[in-house]
């Protein structure tokens, strides 16, 4: 199976409903699981797929996210051969939204003209599971489709299996066909290729709304769940941090729940997601809530369904309740004051 | 290449005898430490945060996993274009076959190491310690004391001086008696086993040592009482912080558990000293809903559904349902039934605790180091 597949990585997902999370990052870089950002997702299944050549199209703002992925050094995708690309948009005029994907393939062009694998795996970077595409790959030769596109219950996934070949097909003839992404294509009736539907049947949640974000968080809580995405032999990757092991206090309480290293726990937490760094301080109860990176949540507060984003400071004493259904969430490098008190 | 202003040596060659069956097949700076680090990621964290990125890591017993462990020294930074980490292994030269003999054979036999350099100061450190401490101080004391060599020492209790190289020194530090283990210690400065030597006096000595065949080639018991002798500058440097050497069960044991103290002056989550090591990027630890989890460190990777206290959980470690953990290390990977006691022990890494096993010292103060032959042991008893 060796480097017959190419990794092309879609990042410039957008979606409305999770910007108070994107303010400052696109939706491939929002913080997952404790210690995870979206794509480590999808990108450390196809480096555990023996994938070796990976181009990631990224969308403004892509600053956290180039930082995250640095070299690839922690995907072994430093290659002196192959490895990790990076293609920011190179257009200006369209800052927002920038371009359409095979827009901003083309401009990239020579990526995919010089790659030497027959076949080419595209997806977007806001899916979390845990997939050997390999099977994949198998299934598709022996099909004989022209375009693969994998979905679990019907629903797709946006990942797409096609040869090298065709998606630059597909690119150059995208003015005359009017399709300007894998979905397009797929859905065009008029479209001359044979799409095959590839079933796969493990944990997946792609986070396009705050309520999937949440839904997934408090999904990977579940053993049978977080047995299913946290393999062994096939381990999803980030960016390590050379954090301590987290400290638990002799006042800790902790119960179901997930917690990355660096963090110091003195007080209690319950069917939560605690990331790297983060300090809960005696007395502090967190339930049903996802805390990201670095943020302190002081003496006395109480956080019930609260999504925190990094580096917020919620001061001592403070009660933020939110709901299942509607999570509150507080952006990145906020501090919370008494004021706020149920607010 | 370019001239460095300062090499580091650090001494990973050692047995470690006294930690039993941890070091059956491990290298003493190898042996895992504080939850997530090995005792090596100590010295070579505080050469990168001192600013030296020259280090040559001798290395001689059961040195695969340290081996691989340091690669090619990314963890800590240390992969340099110009200088970084070399692992050095004893070799076969022409004329014969050449073991480390000692600690000052050791760097003896890697001067050419030290010439491709040229540094003006030699750092010798050794794999042994848990400590914070910036050289880079150090060094500054040696120049200012215009020393050829300096020894960092650290006040022990009285009692246990006889068990260390002892330094007496006058006021301005300057040494003028060393003794290597005295019946009657006349202070209770003990040698750290960190030294900075200028090169060239390093070189010298050396030199010499290796030509006196009644040498038993150590720092400790030859160089240093002969550049005393000679009257060169020797100077002590009082180093103020935690340091604890690990060398026996009981010991790193303690050292694990002085983690636990919030106020220790060992603080890992000190992020302008980071301690750095191979991150094993695991997932979050997950502790279930019946889990009691207090006054202790885990590490990625772990599961955590027992009741565990004053407890050091390196990464990959289970725990399961019902057991009690009070006071232990458990080492990386392994894994604790359901329903086991396991009070002041050690567990070994990678091995697997049958359900119900309770595992207790039986003498007050003693601490159990549990290997996978001692679950064979009490397996048949």
């Known amino acids: ?343 | 290449m370019q001239k460095k202003k300062i090499v580091a040596m650090l001494l990973a060659g050692g047995q470690g005898s006294r930690l039993n069956s941890l070091t059956k097949d491990l290298a003493k700076p190898a042996v895992p430490f504080g939850g997530k680090y090995r005792i090596i990621d100590f010295p070579l964290s505080n050469c990168t945060n001192s600013g030296i990125n020259t280090v040559g890591v001798l290395t001689q017993y059961q040195p695969l996993i340290l081996n691989s462990y340091i690669g090619i020294g990314s963890a800590w930074d240390l992969d340099r274009k110009d200088g970084g980490v070399t692992v050095l292994p004893p070799y076969a030269a022409s004329t014969e076959m050449k073991w480390y003999t000692g600690t000052a054979s050791a760097i003896y036999q890697n001067l050419n190491y030290l010439h491709q350099y040229n540094p003006e100061y030699v750092l010798i450190l050794s794999g042994d310690h848990i400590y914070k401490m910036n050289y880079e101080l150090m060094l500054d004391h040696h120049i200012e004391k215009g020393a050829d060599v300096t020894i960092s020492v650290i006040p022990v209790p009285w009692e246990e001086a006889n068990r260390f190289g002892i330094l007496n020194t006058d006021e301005e530090l300057r040494v003028i008696e060393f003794d290597e283990k005295p019946k009657e210690p006349k202070s209770n400065l003990a040698s750290m086993g960190i030294y900075i030597f200028n090169w060239k006096v390093l070189e010298e000595y050396l030199e010499v040592d290796n030509d006196n065949s009644g040498s038993s080639h150590d720092f400790g018991k030859d160089i240093l009482p002969l550049m005393l002798k000679d009257q060169k500058n020797l100077f002590a440097y009082p180093f103020k912080g935690y340091w604890k050497d690990v060398g026996t069960v009981q010991s790193l044991w303690e050292a694990n558990m002085d983690l636990l103290d919030s106020s220790s002056e060992l603080n890992l989550l000190d992020q302008s000293w980071r301690i750095y090591s191979v991150n094993p990027n695991q997932p979050p630890q997950y502790i279930s809903k019946d889990a009691t989890l207090t006054d202790s460190l885990v590490n990625e990777g772990c599961t955590i559904e027992g009741t565990v206290t004053r407890t050091v959980v390196f990464q990959g470690v289970s725990i399961e349902r019902e057991s009690v953990v009070t006071e232990s290390v458990i080492m990386p990977d392994a894994v604790i039934g359901k329903g086991c006691i396991i009070e002041k022990a050690i567990i070994s890494s990678g091995i697997k605790v049958p359900d119900g096993l309770v595992i207790r010292p039986k003498n007050n103060g003693e601490i159990l180091l549990v290997s996978k032959e001692t679950l064979e042991e009490m397996a048949i008893h």
Not at chain 1, 10 to 33: M, W
Not at chain 1, 185 to 207: H, K, L, M, N, R
Not at chain 1, 286 to 305: F, Y
């Open chain 1, 1 to 343: 199976m060796k480097k017959r597949l190419l990794g092309v990585i879609d990042a410039t997902t957008y979606a409305e409903d999770l910007k108070d999370l994107t303010l400052h990052r696109s939706v491939a870089a929002i913080p997952f699981g404790g210690r995870y950002r979206l794509i480590d997702f999808i990108l450390s299944n196809m480096v555990n797929s023996g994938i070796e050549s990976v181009g990631i199209f990224p969308k403004y703002p892509f600053r956290s996210l180039m930082d995250h992925l640095g070299s690839g050094k922690n995907w072994d995708l430093n290659r002196k051969r192959d490895g990790l690309f990076f293609f920011p948009f190179s257009s200006d005029d369209k800052p927002n939204f920038g371009m359409n994907s095979f827009e901003h393939f083309a401009a990239n062009i020579d990526f995919l003209n010089r790659s030497t694998q027959e076949y080419c795996l595209i997806s977007d970077a806001n899916t979390i599971f845990n997939m050997d595409f390999n099977p994949l790959l198998e299934w598709h030769m022996e099909q004989g489709c022209d375009i693969s596109e994998v979905r679990r219950d019907g629903a797709p996934l946006n990942i797409f299996l096609v040869k090298t070949s065709l998606l630059l097909e597909l690119i150059d003839s995208r003015d005359k066909t009017g399709n300007y992404c894998m979905r397009d294509v797929v859905t065009d009736i008029d479209s001359p290729y044979q799409v095959c539907y590839y079933p796969y049947e493990g944990f997946a949640v792609t986070v396009d709304s705050i309520d999937q974000y949440y839904f997934a968080s408090m999904e990977i809580l579940k053993p049978t769940i977080w047995g299913q995405l946290f393999l062994k032999e096939r381990a999803i990757l980030t960016k390590v941090k050379d954090e301590p092991p987290t400290h638990y206090s002799k006042s800790a309480s902790v119960h179901n729940s997930m917690i990355a290293n660096g963090a110091s726990i003195e007080g209690i937490v319950e069917n939560s997601i605690i990331a790297r760094g983060v300090k809960i301080a005696k007395g502090a109860i967190v339930r049903n809530s996802i805390i990201m990176q670095k943020t302190q949540i002081g003496e006395n507060s109480i956080l019930d369904h609260v999504i925190v984003d990094k580096d917020v400071k919620v001061e001592s004493g403070i009660t933020l309740i939110g709901t299942k259904d509607a999570p509150k969430i507080l952006q990145k490098g906020s501090i919370i004051k008494g004021a706020c008190v149920n607010s």
